[in-house]
Nanobody
Framework: QVQLVESGGDLVQPGGSLRLSCAAS????????MAWYRQAPGKQRDMVAR??????NYAESVKGRFTISRDNAKKTVYLQMNSLKPEDTAVYYCNAGGDIATPGSYWGQGTQVTVSS
C-alpha cells in the first residue's frame, strides 16, 4: 500500500513562486516513478512533471519554470514552481508508479494552487 499527502498549495500573485511537497509512505522505493498532475475546473487531469531515476520529463507549458525533485531518504517529492501564471491555477496531485503515458494507481488528495492578482 502507498499513501501520498500533498501540501504547499496557496493563493499567489502572477510571477510568484510556490513549492509543493508530496510525502509518501508505504511501499515506495527510490526507483518508483513519481509525478505531479494538475486539473483545472472543467478540464482533464494532465501530467506536469515526472521523475524516474535520472529521467525527468515536463509538460511543455511548464518547462523552464517548474522543477521536480525528490528526497529518497524522506520519501518526499517536490515541485518548485516559479514565474507562476493564472493558467497554472489548478488542483495539483501527486502520483506514484505510472509511466510517461499513464498514471499509476496511487494518488494523493490534491492541493489547490491559485494564481491571481
Amino acid at each position: 500500500q502507498v499513501q501520498l499527502v500533498e501540501s504547499g498549495g496557496d493563493l499567489v500573485q502572477p510571477g510568484g513562486s510556490l513549492r509543493l511537497s508530496c510525502a509518501a509512505s508505504g511501499t515506495i522505493f527510490s526507483i518508483t516513478p513519481m509525478a505531479w498532475y494538475r486539473q483545472a475546473p472543467g478540464k482533464q487531469r494532465d501530467m506536469v512533471a515526472r521523475i524516474y531515476g535520472s529521467s525527468i520529463n515536463y509538460a511543455e507549458s511548464v518547462k523552464g519554470r517548474f522543477t521536480i525533485s525528490r528526497d529518497n531518504a524522506k520519501k518526499t517529492v517536490y515541485l518548485q514552481m516559479n514565474s507562476l501564471k493564472p493558467e497554472d491555477t489548478a488542483v495539483y496531485y501527486c502520483n506514484a508508479g505510472g509511466d510517461i503515458a499513464t498514471p499509476g494507481s496511487y494518488w494523493g488528495q490534491g492541493t489547490q494552487v491559485t494564481v491571481s492578482s
